[in-house]
């Protein structure tokens, strides 16, 4: 099963911290939830505009809560694929979740899959608006609605 998922963060630094979350699979089954132990120290005005005026306040959780959340969600799964969009602190707050990389579930295969690269491949510039591209309208920086724009992408650049 192929995973997009997308996380919020309070910056592109190596002490960032994981503030929300959200996967959706191929077959349209969601998760997602916003974190309440983010460290609010490092949301600056861009985070507050652009991310947290995106919060729901719907499912709210603690890091801890949120690891039994998705070792549950994710159970369903025999083999799952994670794929995201410029990766990088995505796949690396995921494994966070669970404690460190060894520590994810074992469904879950060890290697991210980026739709940058498959973008970069296709000839298209990997900066591309996600939603332009994929025609999805919603709110940018909700993790939900990014991974939703992540799995239209995919599935238009594999049809190419």
Not at 48 to 53: A, F, K, L, P, Y
Request: aromatic share 14%.
């Amino acid at each position: 099963m192929r995973i997009y998922f997308d996380t919020e963060f309070t910056g592109l630094h190596k002490e960032t911290t994981l503030m929300s979350i959200g996967l959706v699979d191929e077959n349209g089954r969601t998760y997602y939830a916003e974190l309440s132990d983010y460290n609010r120290s490092q949301v600056d005005g861009w985070i507050e505009d652009n991310v947290v005026s995106n919060f729901d306040n719907q499912l709210v959780r603690t890091k801890p809560t949120l690891k039994l959340d998705l070792q549950e969600w994710l159970s369903v799964y025999d083999s799952v694929e994670m794929w995201s969009d410029c990766l990088a602190y995505d796949w690396v707050l995921f494994n966070d979740i669970f404690g460190g990389a060894f520590d994810i579930p074992a469904n879950v295969y060890y290697i991210p899959f980026d739709i940058c690269t498959m973008f970069k491949l296709k000839g298209i510039d990997p900066d591309i608006s996600r939603e332009e591209y994929s025609g999805i309208d919603g709110s940018k920086h909700n993790a939900l609605h990014d991974a939703k724009a992540i799995k239209a992408c995919y599935e238009k650049l594999l049809a190419m």
